[in-house]
T-cell receptor, first 113, second 113 residues
């Protein structure tokens, strides 16, 4: 079945460091790909998404490019801030799944001043 | 604009007691509705989804049930809680097709003691 695999956390970085969180997927159809963020004690918020191959999603300095050839959707940010500390979830949905989101296991990011 | 609310935000329940979590969506019609669970330190697991009133699909066998008595109301229930039901429960809505964003409520923390 469809699945998402993320790099394991926790990831600890210093402020202004470069961030990469790896995400790869397995899907039988042509999925849409998402990154959600969960701040401590809160629900999930959409960070960015891409709906077809080679699309780049971006928001708040974060970027991810839909790479069909490597079945990947890695999240990147050039300079992280303490306020970026959160859990990041990669997810996919396909039309044959009725729009349901299938999530990776989440990657906790901690940014130190 | 669309909003989603779920309640209660936190609850502590004894083993064997009943459960009712409620979720409502405003500002949209005929949404797809979802219940996810996030166990401590783990990813998100889809429990139930609904594409219309009275239509419930269960993703995993468990001690919980869901109902959709109205178009924008989704209820998660249990007759007798188990310790393993503890976790963070998230209600979400979307418009059903791949590529459409799914929006999450604030979450409900359930501790079964």
């Amino acid at each position: 079945g469809d699945s998402v695999t993320q790099m394991e956390g926790p990831v600890t970085l210093s402020e202004e460091a470069f961030l990469t969180i790896n995400c790869t997927y397995t899907a039988t159809g042509y999925p849409s790909l998402f990154w959600y963020v969960q701040y401590p004690g809160e629900g999930l918020q959409l960070l960015l998404k891409a709906t077809k191959a080679d699309d780049k999603g971006s928001n708040k300095g974060f970027e991810a490019t839909y790479r069909k050839e490597t079945t990947s959707f890695h999240l990147e940010k050039g300079s992280v801030q303490v306020s970026d500390s959160a859990v990041y979830f990669c997810a996919l949905s396909t039309d044959n799944q009725g729009g349901k989101l299938i999530f990776g296991q989440g990657t906790e990011l901690s940014v130190k001043p | 604009s669309q909003t989603i609310h779920q309640w209660p935000a936190t609850l502590v329940q004894p083993v064997g007691s009943p459960l009712s979590l409620e979720c409502t969506v405003e500002g949209t019609s005929n949404p797809n509705l979802y219940w996810y669970r996030q166990a401590a330190g783990r990813g998100l697991q889809l429990l139930f989804y609904s594409v219309g009133i009275g239509q419930i699909s269960s993703e995993v066998p468990q001690n919980l049930s869901a109902s959709r008595p109205q178009d924008r109301q989704f209820i998660l229930s249990s007759k007798k809680l188990l310790l393993s039901d503890s976790g963070f429960y998230l209600c979400a809505w979307g418009q059903g097709s791949s590529g459409n964003t799914i929006y999450f409520g604030e979450g409900s923390w359930l501790t079964v003691v």
